[in-house]
């Protein structure tokens, strides 16, 4: 069975991308609050 992939909001794109940036935790951490990969965060927090 093929898995579909998940689609984020723009707006939980803002939260998640503010947390890290305007916070002191690391991407690791807030991704696993959020439940998604450290990567994809990552790469959102890079753009």
Same mark, same amino acid.
């Not at 002191?24 to 439940?35: L, P």
């Given at each position: 069975?093929? !898995? !579909? #992939? !998940?689609?984020? &909001?723009?707006?939980?794109? /803002? /939260?998640a991308? !503010?947390? %890290? @940036? /305007?916070? +002191? #935790?690391? %991407?690791?951490? %807030?991704? #696993? /609050?959020? +439940?998604? *990969?450290a &990567?994809? @965060?990552? &790469?959102?927090? *890079? #753009?």
């Open positions: 069975m093929a !898995r !579909r #992939r !998940r689609q984020f &909001s723009p707006e939980f794109k /803002e /939260e991308i !503010r947390m %890290v @940036l /305007e916070g +002191d #935790r690391t %991407v690791a951490s %807030v991704a #696993r /609050e959020f +439940d998604i *990969n &990567s994809t @965060l990552g &790469s959102w927090v *890079n #753009r």
